[in-house]
Structure formats: structure tokens, C-alpha cells
């Protein structure tokens, strides 16, 4: 997508001429753009990743920058849903130890038992034995941060 082709669906999703886009005019340009609903937590990081903010959401020049990361952004997010579905060989849905076990068996991560029961514990935040994939992306995410 060019300069052009952003600025014009800029305009297009800022429809009472706000001079930026505010969060619902962003999960419309992200539906526009990608076909996917930002939820409000992605909404609200890319928003407070904004330095000197002015307006309560993407001004034009911020909106092409978002464009041009966005991209990178989803495919990361496939890898991780990828990397989850290897991991859930049975489909389940979520993870639980064995799987967990399985993961760094596989990689060939030599682990002590307590160093793996203590990370499986900060994902499994709800302590039900499971690491959703929510839960999943979100250490995803946070590592690649890091």
C-alpha cells in the first residue's frame, strides 16, 4: 500500500474530520487494512506507544508509521499462533505440563524440573493447570519485547 492509497483511507475513516483517528476509527482502518478487529488492548498499546501525544489517537504521519509496523506485527502474531498449534499436538486448545515438558524435551532444553513447574506456573496465571493461548501470546509478545 502506498502513501497515497493510506492517506486516502486516513481521511476515509476519520469521518467527522478529527484530524486523527480515534480507537474506533482504528479497528475500522485495521479491518480495512488487514481484515482483522484490533482488540482494545492492542488499540490501547499502540496508542500509548505514541511519543508527544497531542490527540487522543493516530494523527496522518502516525497512522502511516502504524501501517508500515503493523505488517511486521502480524506476522509475528501467526508465527506465535503457529508455534501454539505445534505445541497443542492434541488440539486441546491450551496447553498443560506434559505439554510443556514435551516443548523443551524437543528443543533439546535441559531444564531442572522445579526451573520448568516455575515457569509453567507464571503462564498458568489462572492456576488451572492450563496455559491458554492468549496466556501463550502474551509471553510471546513480552519476551520479543524484551
Not at 496522518?60 to 501501517?67: E, M, R
Not at 535441559?110 to 507464571?122: G, H, M, N, R, V
Request: hydrophobic residues 35%; charged residues 35%.
Amino acid at each position: 500500500m502506498n502513501r497515497n492509497d493510506i492517506e486516502k483511507l486516513f481521511h476515509e475513516c476519520d469521518r467527522k474530520r478529527k484530524g486523527y483517528l480515534n480507537r474506533e476509527d482504528i479497528k475500522v482502518a485495521s479491518i480495512r487494512l488487514y481484515g482483522i478487529k484490533l482488540d482494545k488492548y492492542k488499540i490501547e498499546r499502540i496508542l500509548s506507544s505514541i511519543p508527544n501525544k497531542i490527540h487522543p489517537g493516530l494523527t496522518l504521519d502516525q497512522f502511516i508509521d502504524f501501517v508500515h509496523s503493523f505488517k511486521h506485527q502480524i506476522d509475528h502474531e501467526d508465527q506465535n499462533r503457529e508455534t501454539f498449534l505445534i505445541l497443542d499436538r492434541t488440539c486441546k486448545g491450551f496447553l498443560n505440563k506434559e505439554d510443556f515438558i514435551r516443548a523443551f524435551e524437543r528443543a533439546n532444553i535441559k531444564l531442572s524440573p522445579e526451573t520448568i513447574d516455575s515457569a509453567f506456573k507464571q503462564l498458568d496465571v489462572d492456576g488451572d493447570g492450563r496455559i491458554s493461548y492468549r496466556d501463550f501470546d502474551f509471553m510471546m509478545n513480552y519476551v520479543a519485547d524484551e
